[in-house]
């Protein structure tokens, strides 16, 4: 079983963004620049994290290839149509073992990339942090991004310090696909954790090893997050995302929306997103 290991959350200003995310009591790790010409914020939980991400650089965004997958050129392509929540990252220890497995089962899949790129820890300390990445794709859903990743560095990536947030943010309780026919992707996203669906009068649901996958309607989504899905002209996307708080108190006056048991800051308030928590 694959765990949630992060949620990329794309953004025309990473500013902009990090002052959004801020004011919402999450600890801010450094901002850094990838070699293939994107720009990032890591916002480290437990377990899992959120990726703030922009456009630095364009002129040194890769192009896809015909076994190549562009993580760079994917982001692009995406930020030219609206911000918002790009792609879904599930974690693994063998990268190339998750391409084998999602090709023998009928998925797309693409060769291996790998990248590392320079990280400040909590203290102050230079260091560098490695990545391998295995994507895959389905063609129901061009405008959704997904992979796994498998972290080279982990002792230098997820830091005690950066893991405590003013909101007492704990992890990603639950990722929501929405838009039309996003409950076919049911059988995708069973292959890709390797965790089989729960299907619900409502709603299907994938439990990981740290955090759930939801596919619902437009209906279903907007009765959880009080808001319809963003981007409904691109079909099954990644639409809203609930992190789990030890508590709720630090959100009193900051004008989010009160939706059964999660407050909702909706997509035109949060780049393109419906960004829930709950206690």
């Not at 407050?263 to 419906?274: F, K, M, N, S």
Request: glycine residues 10%; hydrophobic residues 45%; proline residues 6%.
């Amino acid at each position: 079983m694959n765990k949630i290991d992060h949620l990329v959350l794309a953004g025309h200003d990473l500013g902009a963004m990090r002052a959004t995310y801020g004011a919402l009591g999450f600890t801010l790790c450094p901002a850094a620049r990838h070699p293939f010409g994107t720009a990032n914020t890591a916002i480290q939980l437990e377990g899992n994290y959120l990726e703030l991400l922009s456009l630095a650089a364009p002129e040194q965004v890769p192009e896809h290839g015909p076994a190549r997958f562009s993580f760079a050129a994917f982001n692009r392509d995406y930020l030219a149509r609206h911000d918002g929540f790009s792609m879904l990252a599930l974690g693994t220890q063998d990268a190339d073992a998750n391409i084998a497995r999602w090709r023998a089962a009928g998925l797309r899949t693409y060769e291996r990339f790998d990248f590392s790129r320079p990280a400040k820890t909590a203290g102050g300390e230079d260091v560098t942090v490695g990545f391998s990445l295995a994507f895959a794709s389905s063609p129901a859903a061009p405008w959704l991004g997904t992979f796994a990743c498998q972290h080279f560095s982990p002792g230098y990536f997820a830091q005690a310090e950066y893991q405590r947030h003013a909101n007492t943010a704990r992890g990603v309780a639950d990722v929501w696909m929405s838009g039309a026919d996003a409950e076919e992707l049911a059988g995708y996203f069973e292959t890709l954790a390797g965790a089989a669906a729960e299907r619900l009068a409502d709603r299907i649901e994938i439990r990981t090893a740290a955090g759930t996958i939801v596919l619902a309607s437009p209906e279903t989504f907007r009765s959880a997050f009080g808001v319809a899905p963003p981007h409904p002209e691109d079909g099954p996307h990644l639409a809203g995302l609930t992190v789990a708080c030890r508590d709720l108190t630090f959100f009193g006056g900051l004008g989010l929306m009160e939706v059964g048991d999660r407050l909702v800051l909706p997509p035109d308030r949060c780049c393109g997103t419906a960004l829930a928590f709950m206690a």
